[in-house]
């Protein structure tokens, strides 16, 4: 005759405890129905399924224990099995390192929901799914890259991961101007929107066509776009349409991305900067479309070639650029002002617009300016930058381009005039 355990050796489990085994279960089954698609795998749906529920009953049974030895056991059993799979029936092709991986990261993740990180867990199975799935294209991807991508990605990782970290984050100088750490952030900010910008230009290259060339130069550097658009329209003629919309979608981009960044560290200026940006934005649009058949083309469309932003010259160039440009946007501020501020942004914008629109953001987030001020001083620096490369396209691309970049950006202007009138009202 059996005997009831007793009271001390039952275990009731909640409905949240119920539901990790369920979510390690789905977990096993996804990650295992990528599996099933690799016929040398040895691990599929059913094995990742109960992979991920005996992480989560070691998990379960270690915290009922209070001890870690099951859980730890249960990793070894499991990495131990998969690789004597391996070791039975090996494959020359493939040596199987992927599968156990994914099997011990499944029985991570299933012990994970145990722990009740539920969501957590999920995000990182799709994510390893995705990963798993997309093996072709990644290693297409990966034997594209130049040794120019290599070092931009290794040159971007020094500036955010070493450099960042051991920079000051205090005030220094006069008007307490200068913070080491959040010029530095706003390089490592700038420097990666580019090269993120300058990734998507290489993977999608020129077979799309002149508008995605367009949009993604615009995230690369407008003024680089600009640039190699009216150095090709001049010598072939019958192509300056196409390389004043090409100008002007790049342009327009831009206003997006300075606008994207401003909500992103200072959410309440986006308010009055979208009254700033949104005319321009309609009326930009709007002369785009009138003649967007136009943007067709037969021919080659030359990618924008750019300074790679991740290089330490180029960094320490624009730090050292946004940190004067802050000194002297909180001097003038301070002397004059708002009337100095946005005699700053007219000169410095001619050339660099993100240094100026960075300085006004740090400058409200300290609290020197308004939100209002702030969203003036970026729509000044985006009429200098307008203005310097309409004339930028006259002289590089003759006046036939010229006239035509000029009626787009005139268009904007009029809108970034419009709204900068419309927040002072």
Known sequence: ?????????????????????????????????????????????????????????????????????????????????????HVRQPDPEDPGTTSVTALLVCYSLGALTWYGHLRLASM????????????????????????????????????SLVILPILPDQDYGPYGALNPHQIWLMVVLVAGVSLAGYAALQLAGARYGAPLVGILGGLVSSTATTLVYARNARPQAGTESMAALVILLANLV??????????????????PLSWVVGPALVLGLTALAVNWRQLATGGAVPL?????????KTALGFGLLYGAVLFASAWLSDRVGNQGLYAVALASGLTDIDAISLSSLRLHAVGKISENVAATVIGLAMLANLGFKASLAFIVGGRELGLKVLIGMGAVAIGLALGIGAIHL
């Open 1 to 85: 005759m059996n005997e009831a355990l007793p009271p001390s050796a039952t275990v009731a489990l909640s409905t949240d405890q119920l539901e990790a085994f369920v979510v390690a279960l789905g977990i096993g089954l996804l990650i295992g129905l990528e599996r099933e698609r690799v016929a040398s795998a040895r691990a599929g749906l059913r094995t990742f399924g109960l992979v991920g529920l005996f992480g989560a009953l070691t998990a379960f049974l270690g915290q009922h224990l209070g001890s870690v030895a099951p859980l730890v056991a249960g990793m070894l059993l499991v990495g131990v099995t998969i690789i004597a799979a």
């Open 124 to 159: 990182l199975a799709v994510g390893i799914t995705v990963l798993l799935y997309f093996k072709t294209e990644l290693k297409g991807i990966a034997a594209r890259l130049t040794p120019k991508d290599w070092r931009s990605m290794l040159q971007f990782s020094v500036l």
């Open 254 to 271: 831009m206003l997006v991305r300075v606008t994207a960044i401003g909500a992103a560290l200072a959410p309440a200026v986006l308010q």
């Open 304 to 312: 924008p070639t750019t300074t790679n932003p991740t290089e330490l």
